[in-house]
């Protein structure tokens, strides 16, 4: 089948357009996201070990790219094509507010994530503050607890920067 036969979902996963070397149809698990197309059905697994993978740095990259998916979807889902009259979703609409649940399943695991790492490097460290602290403005409502956390993520990467300038001065 030519690139040209194909319909855009098989066109779309083709390794002839330069698809992601990691790319793997019907992965087993092994930490590799699977993106399988049949007919209209797409599934996209991503396993909490892949994401647990990434360097601070780069979660906090994706998570950046998620935030703005998951923003283009919500204004294109409150669109009045994808509206009845009622104001309720049409069948278009709960397609596309589906996605958003699992760009809001993946923020609370990449949440998990972070919260749970420990990076010793005072640049990844601040990578996984400026995380934390985006996540928890995107997912909760309350002030005090987001202000506490941000106090608590400023004097931890403070501390994490001084330690690392201090290696080696306290053998000498």
């Known amino acids: 089948m030519t690139q040209k036969q194909k319909g855009p979902a098989e066109a779309a996963t083709s390794p002839s357009r330069g698809s992601n070397p990691h790319h793997t149809k019907g992965s087993d698990m092994n930490g590799k996201t699977d993106s399988t197309s049949t007919g209209a059905a797409a599934t996209v697994t991503l396993s909490r070990a892949e994401l647990s993978a990434l360097t601070a ?22 669109e009045p094509r994808y509206r009845n009259d ?25 949440r998990k994530i972070a919260t749970a790492s420990d990076p010793v490097d005072p ?41 690392s300038s201090n290696i080696g001065r306290a053998a000498a």
């Open 57 to 78: 740095k780069h979660l906090h990259h994706v998570t950046d790219a998620l935030f703005v998916g998951r923003e283009a979807l919500l204004g294109i889902g409150n």
């Open 86 to 110: 009622d104001n309720g979703l049409n069948p278009a609409g709960e397609v596309v507010f589906k996605v958003v649940e699992f760009f809001d399943v993946l923020f609370d695991e990449v």
């Open 123 to 163: 640049h990844m460290d601040e990578h996984r503050a400026w995380l934390l602290l985006k996540l928890n403005v995107w997912l909760t409502d309350d002030l005090a607890d987001f202000s506490a956390l941000a106090a608590s993520l400023v004097a931890r990467n403070h501390g994490v920067a001084f330690r």
